[in-house]
């Protein structure tokens, strides 16, 4: 697995036409590479990525998945592509319950079990949660039910004013955090789905008594932390978001493990205190 840390992304430019060549440029743009560039890293020359990109010549399977490798494009996008180019899928999409994905689940499942009592979850690409630890369990002692059932979703728990929102000492930092991470999945899957539920979470109002966003007093963070009250008790947390390396599924492409560090020794001592 992977370790990843997204960094600002602009939306990628809007195709100007049908086929894979619009869209082949969309990304290489979006990637701001040139074709000359290109063309070296995938082994062909400039004229033939041009060429390709106006719909002049029609590019073989090995080739639209060699530029999207080159060019760093999802998974789930690099089916697209070839459709686009008039062939089959490439990439399977197996449901996560499906017994070929055994392996893999146990796998999250002893991960994120091995990192207690720190919290730790898995999402998919809609940031519903597919597992989660009990220092997750934890965090989220008395969100109602209606947020947790059947299939809870990280943002709704995080930012719903029912949810951890109201405990969240940060929020406007937090949220302003969320938010954007959102908004570069968004332009890099351009998933529907997913603006559908930014548009909900960015609408939520802020929960009454919520303070101005701001610590205390000054504390040099290392990162970014989540600042959560506990049971009387302010925890700090920093998170780290891991994918799996070289998928080949569109499935496990989109999972994503988020682990939640301590960011004081403060933080530390009272989650061992709870486990032991």
Do not use: C
């Not at 290489?28 to 033939?48: F, I, P, T």
């Not at 392996?103 to 499942?109: N, P, T, V």
């Not at 998919?124 to 369990?137: E, F, H, K, L, P």
């Not at 929102?165 to 938010?179: C, K, Q, T, V, Y």
Request: proline share 9%; charged share 20%.
């Amino acid at each position: 697995m992977t370790t990843v840390a997204a960094g600002p992304a602009a939306s990628p430019p809007a195709p100007d036409g049908k086929g894979v060549g619009p869209l082949l440029r969309a990304w290489r743009e979006r990637r701001r590479v040139s074709q000359l560039e290109l063309a070296l890293r995938a082994d062909s020359s400039a004229r033939h990525i041009s060429f390709v990109e106006t719909g002049r010549s029609r590019p073989s399977e090995e080739m639209v998945l060699r530029l999207a490798e080159h060019l760093d494009v999802p998974v789930r996008e690099r089916n697209a592509l070839l459709l686009a180019a008039g062939y089959a899928p490439h990439y399977p999409e197996t449901p996560l319950d499906d017994p070929a994905l055994d392996a893999l689940r146990d796998g999250m499942e002893r991960l994120i079990q091995g990192y207690e009592p720190y919290p730790a979850l898995v999402v998919d690409a809609t940031y519903t949660v597919v597992a989660a630890n009990r220092g997750i369990s934890m965090l989220l002692e008395g969100v109602p039910e209606s947020l947790l059932a059947p299939a809870p979703n990280a943002m709704r728990l995080t930012l719903h004013p029912e949810g951890l929102a109201p405990r969240i000492r940060n929020l406007r930092e937090w949220r302003g955090h969320l938010l954007e991470q959102m908004q570069r999945q968004i332009a890099l899957h351009r998933s529907d789905a997913l603006r559908e539920l930014y548009e909900e979470v960015a609408g939520y109002p802020a929960p009454a008594g919520v303070d101005d966003g701001q610590p205390a007093e000054p504390v040099a963070w290392f990162a970014l932390p989540m600042r959560i009250e506990h049971q009387g008790r302010v925890l700090s947390f920093v998170s780290s978001i891991s994918t799996f390396n070289t998928p080949m599924d569109v499935t496990v492409a989109e999972l994503a493990i988020e682990t939640f560090l301590p960011a004081d020794p403060a933080t530390t001592k009272y989650l061992h205190s709870l486990a032991s």
